[in-house]
């Protein structure tokens, strides 16, 4: 099949592709110059994030490439006005958010020019966003990896928000081989918003251990779990996972208060952190459902040129 061109805003990047933004300090600049440069869209995760250090990542980011950079940043972050204003000093080209609706985005991307793409789960909020000014949409499911907006798989979300706005739609969630793109597209949508499958691979900020954790996991493996956020999440079933599932998690150790809303019953960034640094214990992975498809670490270069082969590019 012919792959769509997606267009955002005065962007068209030369596939229909985009690199989900995963959090926390996984899609950095490697990462994400790496998909630029392959003709996607890189994104770089700026939740958690400190002004200068976002600033400094899209920056080393625009060093590597001369393809489109995008951040991705949670709305329930506390700082999250500073990271879009930063993220604009610093020369993004498309702002991406989720975990919660945002309508300052909006005004900082009418004030800068630049394009905002919100990550909605529902027909309601794909049609508020298009009457704010959004450049488009990702529609996410609930078999996405890391923080959820709903349960419904995104198949069945796609099917009720296609043809139904008149700006780009981008499916997220169990697009992890050419395959499952393939399917995805075939159900209209504009481009894909592509995680877990990055997560897996050479640029990825991860330890290795959990890379492998990656390979060897199967998709009965993925757990749902209550995130300090509020809000439901998808990853690889853990000593720490289960303990957050029976409510025996600890409470954080340190709190520094870095989201709007939280429980505080544990630490989501503690325990993220200590997935990104391969802490099986004390760690929880978040993955996307079909993570049971990924039986190597390949690099970006090779992730793509398998898509191209499938799609005879």
Do not use: Y
């Amino acid at each position: 099949m012919k792959l769509p061109e997606l267009k955002i805003g005065n962007l068209k990047p030369e596939l229909p592709i985009i690199q989900g933004g995963m959090a926390i300090r996984i899609s950095m600049a490697e990462l994400a110059a790496a998909v630029a440069d392959e003709g996607g869209i890189g994104v770089i995760a700026g939740t958690v994030l400190g002004v200068q250090e976002l600033k400094n990542e899209i920056k080393k980011a625009k060093e590597k490439t001369n393809g489109i950079i995008g951040v991705n940043i949670m709305f329930a972050a506390k700082n999250f006005k500073n990271l879009l204003h930063a993220s604009v000093e610093a020369g993004v080209d498309v702002i991406i958010s989720g975990a919660g609706f945002s309508r300052d985005m909006f005004s900082v991307g009418k004030e800068s020019n630049t394009p905002v793409v919100p990550i909605v789960s529902s027909l309601k909020l794909a049609r508020i966003s298009e009457k704010l000014g959004a450049a488009a949409i990702v529609v996410e499911g609930g078999n996405a990896g890391g923080h959820l907006g709903t349960d419904e798989h995104s198949f069945d979300l796609i099917k009720k928000i296609v043809g139904k706005v008149n700006i780009p739609i981008i499916g997220a969630g169990d697009a992890v081989t050419p395959t499952d793109m393939e399917k995805m597209f075939e159900m209209g949508v504009d481009g894909i918003q592509m995680g877990t499958r990055f997560l897996a691979s050479k640029e990825a900020a991860i330890s290795e251990k959990f890379k492998e954790l990656c390979v060897k996991a199967s998709s009965s493996d993925v757990m749902k779990i209550m995130s300090s956020v509020g809000l439901k999440a998808n990853a690889i079933k853990t000593e720490f996972a289960n303990l957050i599932k029976e409510d025996k998690a600890p409470p954080p150790a340190n709190c520094t208060d870095c989201l709007k809303h939280c429980k505080k019953n544990f630490c989501i960034r503690d325990a993220l952190v200590a997935a990104k640094a391969g802490d099986m214990k004390n760690g929880v992975f978040f993955t996307g459902e079909g993570i049971g498809r990924i039986d190597e670490i390949l690099s970006t270069q090779e992730i793509f040129q398998e898509i191209k082969d499938h799609f005879n590019i």
